[in-house]
T-cell receptor, first 113, second 114 residues
């Protein structure tokens, strides 16, 4: 089984709808991250969490919110989806040791019509 | 300011040619980590290598090799004798010791033609 899983893998929705993307991990890592990928821009950090009680905004947090329900679960919500949030979304985890190697989920492709 | 620059947007080669991907980074930290990830057409991100700022030794792994030069703030990646399966987007990324976030470059799309 994959260490980092994301659901759903693909989602098409309409403008104004509320969407939740879920991430679960079995690596036992404390740190979890949400990124979005747009063509030509690489991956950009939306939110990150270093433990259950710690939530931090990344460089592009506007329009998004997150919830860290447990060490293993980190959800990303779009309260009112808009077309420019169409992107590929990745969840990642890392532990506290030096090096910050991050382990990525398979990605969620979101299309907002 | 962008911390990681991958100036090459796309590279197209014929199978068996060598291809070098450039990565230039910017940081004021003395301790930092550099990464390369591969994203094949299926979309997942595959970790290739991590290098810390204190280790400037070049590394070779099969057909892959990496050249880290602190003097030019570069961490270049070479695929030797490329194969069609090497076709992917390749990302360079930087993590600063006090930050623990990854800053990604924009990626370089490599197409290897048979």
């Amino acid at each position: 089984d994959a260490d980092v899983t994301q659901t759903p893998r693909n989602r098409i929705t309409k403008t104004g709808k509320r969407i939740m993307l879920e991430c679960s991990q079995t690596k036992g890592h404390d740190r979890m991250y949400w990124y979005r990928q747009d063509p030509g821009l690489g991956l950009r950090l939306i939110y990150y969490s270093f433990d259950v009680k710690d939530i931090n905004k990344g460089e592009i947090s506007d329009g998004y919110s997150v919830s860290r329900q447990a060490q293993a679960k980190f959800s990303l919500s779009l309260e009112s989806a808009i077309p420019n949030q169409t992107a590929l979304y990745f969840c990642a985890t890392s532990d506290w040791t030096g090096g910050n190697e991050q382990f990525f989920g398979p990605g969620t492709r979101l299309t907002v019509l | 300011a962008q911390k990681v620059t991958q100036a090459q947007t796309e590279i197209s080669v014929v199978e068996k040619e060598d291809v070098t991907l450039d990565c230039v980074y910017e940081t004021r930290d003395t301790t930092y980590y550099l990464f390369w990830y591969k994203q094949p057409p299926s979309g997942e991100l595959v970790f290739l290598i991590r290098r810390n700022s204190f280790d400037e030794q070049n590394e070779i792994s099969g057909r892959y090799s990496w050249n880290f030069q602190k003097s030019t703030s570069s961490f270049n990646f070479t695929i030797t004798a490329s194969q069609v399966v090497d076709s992917a987007v390749y990302f360079c990324a930087l993590s600063e010791a006090n930050d623990y976030k990854l800053s990604f470059g924009a990626g370089t799309t490599v197409t290897v033609r048979a």
